[in-house]
């Protein structure tokens, strides 16, 4: 029988900490039930001493979540421990499948002389505290050796020891710069495992950044190599230049069966999915020649390469797209359909409404688009949902109509009627094209002073008749949001997304960013 290998999320941390891509409670709940159903072990789900709003989103998530272990990061010290401890604490009540306890410290000379300005003895005594105590909320804990790429062999057999008798269930070695390479890593891996005295006894876990393209390739070097849990994120997501893809991780470990002697638990249809959530969400684009998750993932353009398909597909093609979840996606629905099909088709999707009003208005919302596009699509419709969900924030503006025009020769000019707590106002202006006109027009009205730090439009299905999706991104002060909106009109989901992003500048349940 094969091994398993633990998948352990940490979209909603470490990816969290790319630029721009805070996300709201809402949101993460929301990629919080995707990981679920996609089957991931555990959902880092944040770092709960950073600020009240993250305690406040890993709470939340250890409250909802059953089938995935919740889990929040802390660094060794007394206020961040107690701080997890509290907020993964619903995570162990009923069903569910417990809470964990991420607690790391720095352990390369580096850092420790540097950044922390301790002595190795001092480093070790701190991670052995900060393991007891993680104890004291939950039996299962994680030690991470920040920077242990660049730390030394034998202090972190020393270290690694000395949490395993503490208590540590997992040891997580992780890659935190980037700077090694598959067989370092993998070696790494090997000598840790042979020379730890208590290494039998826990999960050994591996965490590599990307910083030059190797945080698979590493990470599925320490698998070679003993480790089986692997830290990842959905698309790659993450500090600087990200961390280990866990779609790429997953399916590597699930097409070279042959190759590794371990296999993951994860619904592998859920993975497109995911994807498509998280880069709405975060407003990151997925690049299309992105390996499992990229729109040329598994299209074939040369004759050569489609006349080998059509006649044997393994020819050259080493897994199924429709394995990977695309393709699956025509919806049963059309024009006519009612009330109830439309809930059942939701359901089928897992997306869970909470109210019959938000049902309501997603239905309102399915109707009107069915008018206008042709097919219907699953992503058609988790973008619809969504703009719900984008309603969940208090909403100061929303959109009532929009008109532009776009001539050649002439300069765009937009009009807009839009709702400020409820009162119509109208706006007016000009721009270079028709969005910028648009977000001028409700400059003009709004005087925000934001920043608009990013926009993006992607297509959420093919076809000139798609919806387009919109990310804004908009910087204030120490706050920046991500604003989407979804239309078959870009210019119209140009302004919902503008709006939403103002939304949520206003919004007092907005998180600042973690990295603030
Ligand atoms: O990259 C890193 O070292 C981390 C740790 C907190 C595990 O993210
Ligand atoms: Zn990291």
Known sequence: MKDRLFIFDTTLRDGEQSPGASMTKEEKLRIARQLEKLGVDVIEAGFAAASPGDADAIRTIAETIQGSTICSLARANERDIHAAGGAIKPASRGNRAGGRIHTFIATSPIHMEKKLRMQPDQVVEAAIKAVKLALEYTDDVEFSAEDAVRSEMDFLVRIFDEVIKAGARTINVPDTVGYSIPALWGERMKQLIERVPSADKVIWSTHCHNDLGMAVANSLA?????????????????????????????????????????????????????????????????????????????????????????????????????????????????????????????????????????????????????????????????????????????????????????????????????????????????????????????????????????????????????????????????RVVNGQGADTDIVVASAKAYLHALNKLHSKRERAHPQV
Not at 249 to 272: E, G, H, S, Y
Not at 316 to 323: G, P, Q, S, V, W
Not at 356 to 369: G, S, T
């Open 222 to 478: 320490a698998v070679m190599n003993g480790a089986r849990q692997v830290e990842c994120t959905i698309n790659g997501l993450g500090e600087r230049a990200g961390n280990a893809s866990l779609e790429e991780i997953v399916m590597a470990v699930r097409t070279r069966k042959d190759v590794f002697n371990c296999d993951t638990r994860i619904d592998a249809t859920q993975i497109v999915p995911s994807s498509k959530l998280v880069s709405t969400i975060t407003g990151y684009p997925v690049q299309p020649n992105k390996a499992i998750v990229g729109a040329n993932a598994f299209a074939h353009e040369s004759g050569i390469h489609q006349d080998g398909v059509l006649k044997h597909r393994e020819t050259y093609e080493i897994m199924r797209a429709e394995d990977v979840g695309w393709h699956a996606n025509r919806l049963s629905l059309g024009k006519l359909s009612g009330r109830n099909a439309f809930k059942t088709k939701l359901s089928e999707l897992g997306i869970v409404l909470d109210s019959e009003e938000a049902l309501n208005a997603a239905f309102a919302r399915f109707k009107d688009l069915a008018d206008k596009k042709r097919e219907i699509f699953d992503e058609d419709l988790q973008a619809l949902v969504s703009d719900e969900g984008y309603a969940t924030d208090h909403e100061r503006y929303k959109l009532v109509s929009l008109k532009v025009c776009s001539e050649t020769g002439e300069v765009p000019h937009a009009q807009l009627v839009f709702t400020d707590e409820g009162v119509e106002r109208q706006a007016d202006g000009t721009g270079s094209g028709p969005v910028d006109a648009t977000f001028k027009a409700l400059e003009s009205v709004v005087s925000s002073s934001a920043n608009l730090l990013l926009y993006s439009v992607n297509n959420i299905t093919r076809g000139t008749d798609a919806q387009g999706e919109v990310t804004v991104r908009l910087a204030l002060g120490d």
